[in-house]
């Protein structure tokens, strides 16, 4: 069976700081992956998204980046948190072929 | 720019009545997906209908699509306090497009006992 890791849960950091969120996917090889952020009571935004290593595509001009430097490991990464950074982050994958999403639990970023 | 829109944004009813939330999109679609998310949880995949298919049903849960008006509903019958959650619509590409969902901004369903 296939699972989706996310970590840390939650997250507080100082503006200013660097950030990285790790998510990693088990049971299934060439997955797409995306990362999402969701505002408090709000929708999904789609950050980014891959369909292979090192493939990334940005779907919000921002200070975050993404990086897949393993099939089954997606990363998302600031240099330097803004306030505006805050909220509830989810990766999700999708096999190869598929149309459904699988999410992970989230991490949950204060940013001060 | 948001594919999916949810109405309504909020809706309280007691247990045991029916739950309907419907959703409305733009653009060709291959499918429509709906997920729930319990509080701060991430979201998990309920059920899908295809762009060729007018009604699914998965247990309590009902689908309809009208791809003519762009919308689908998504009905929950006899509802219980466990289905308290945001249900969100998601409009899955054509073929040819990027492989990406668009999430609508979702229903906050409140279930009173």
């Known amino acids: 069976s296939q699972t989706i890791h996310q970590w840390p849960a939650t997250l507080v950091q100082p503006v200013g700081s660097p950030l990285s969120l790790e998510c990693t996917v088990e049971?299934?090889?060439?997955?797409?992956l995306y990362w999402y952020r969701q505002a408090a009571g709000r929708g999904l935004q789609l950050l980014f998204y891959?369909?292979?290593?090192?493939?990334i595509s940005s779907e919000v001009p921002q200070n975050l980046s993404a990086s897949r430097p393993q099939d089954r490991q997606f990363i998302l990464s600031s240099k330097k948190l803004l306030l505006s950074d805050s909220g509830f982050y989810l990766c999700a994958y999708k096999k190869g072929g598929g149309e459904t999403q699988y999410f992970g639990p989230g991490t949950r970023l204060l940013v001060l | 720019s948001q594919q999916g829109e949810e109405d309504p944004q909020a809706l309280s009813i007691q247990e045991g009545e029916n739950a309907t939330m419907n959703c409305s999109y733009k653009t060709s679609i291959n499918n429509l997906q709906w997920y729930r998310q319990n509080s701060g949880r991430g979201l998990v995949h309920l059920i899908l209908i295809r762009s060729n298919e007018r009604e699914k049903h998965s247990g309590r849960l009902r689908v309809t699509l009208d791809t003519s008006k762009k919308s689908s509903s998504l009905l929950i019958t006899a509802s219980r306090a466990a289905d308290t959650a945001s249900y969100f619509c998601a409009t899955g590409p054509l073929p040819q497009g990027a492989q990406k969902l668009v999430f609508g901004q979702g229903t906050r369903l409140t279930i009173n006992p």
């Open positions: 049971g299934t090889s060439n997955p797409n």
């Open positions: 891959s369909v292979g290593i090192g493939q």
